[in-house]
């Protein structure tokens, strides 16, 4: 693994890396002399010691950053310890980043109680801090001085931190919104197509009854009609039961293995077609790597146009071309006009089956076209077989 996909993975990486750097400046700043920053008198064995002692608390702030995330309050505790043993040295620039970042990490991995009462405990010390300096030197400007600086390193990381935690929040709540949004549109697509799969099975049904009932008794004929019915009924049915386990599933996304119907089916769709009466001229070409989404399109865009056909124009003439074309795979389905058919009840015509899919193809990236060419009735869609980029 690379350095750079290690930093992005590993948190402890990025502590280590962040207290390693943490050390290197500190010992920089403590080299070009900014130590002995506070103006408080020094122990009498301390002040003899030589500003190189700074670089013993630097470095046991920067163990404590090794465990900020894990044990925030204790690395805190470890840090304050380290500055407290820094201020009798006389202070330096490089606990005092130390020390930031630590009270940082309190406000952004601690419990909600561990930061409340640091936060108390940081007002406390500044009022009590700033009080007492301002009393000590009579001037109450010192005070305001005293309070300013505390505010800025021992607030304002618990403030910065505070922000971005709400930031994070705001960020999950979003995410979990667009989640939801987003199953609830896949389930209003699921509802649209089990309307889709439901009437179109049961317009197939109706039609190959009504046409043994408009016929005169036969027996051959009138046992195959009532298997076509039969054959078009139980695949309803599995159809509706696969997509209420769809509906029913904590993961409505994960649908494409499930996805029911696709290239395999096109010819049990062009049987039940002929036994209601189309003649059927097919032209199915295999199609290499086809996504279970694209031939599930295929298969209900094919389904469709052979439902109209033999709704609008029973008994006749269909060319059915499924064909790869590059990057796309075409689809068309073309029936002779025979004339307008007198469907014997509304519920067999609802009149959205095109523009179902329609949506379908452009959903996508493809494209649908339907309508009268010559004395042909034109089902033509385009779908890519990749996604764009």
Known sequence: M??????????????AGYAAGTFVAGLAV?????????????????????????????????????GKRRHPMLALGVGTAAAVADILLGGSIALVMVLFDLIFSVGLFASARARASVTTAVFVLIGTVSVVGGLATGEFRVAVFIALQLITLLFVPLW????????????ALDAERTAREAVLAERASMARDLHD????????????????????????RDRATLQAV????????????????????????????????????LPDLVEAAAAGGLRIDTRIRDVPGIPAVVAHTVYRIVREALTNAGKHAP??????????AGDVVTVTVANTLT????????????????TSIRERAALLGGELTAGRDGDLFRVRATLPLRSEP
């Open 339 to 354: 004339g307008a058919a007198t469907l014997d009840h509304h519920a067999l015509s609802s009149g959205t089956g095109l």
């Open 197 to 220: 799969v439901i009437a179109a099975h049961l317009s197939t049904t109706a039609i190959h009854s009504g046409a043994a009932l408009a016929r005169p008794p036969d027996t051959d």
């Open 2 to 15: 690379g350095l750079k996909a290690r930093w992005k993975n590993s948190t402890r990486f990025q502590d």
């Open 230 to 265: 039969r054959t078009s009924s139980l695949a309803a049915l599995e159809e509706m039961r696969s997509m209420i386990m769809l509906l029913r599933a904590d993961d409505p996304a994960a649908s494409d293995p499930t996805l029911p119907g696709g290239l395999d089916r």
């Open 160 to 171: 910065w931190a505070a922000n971005i935690r709400q930031q994070r929040q705001l960020g």
């Open 315 to 324: 008994e006749s003439d269909v060319r059915l071309e499924v064909r790869p």
């Open 30 to 66: 403590n080299l070009v002399g900014l130590v002995n920053i506070w103006d408080i008198p020094e122990p009498p064995a301390l002040a003899a010691l030589p500003e190189g002692w700074h670089t013993l608390p630097l470095a046991i702030g920067c163990l404590a950053m090794l």
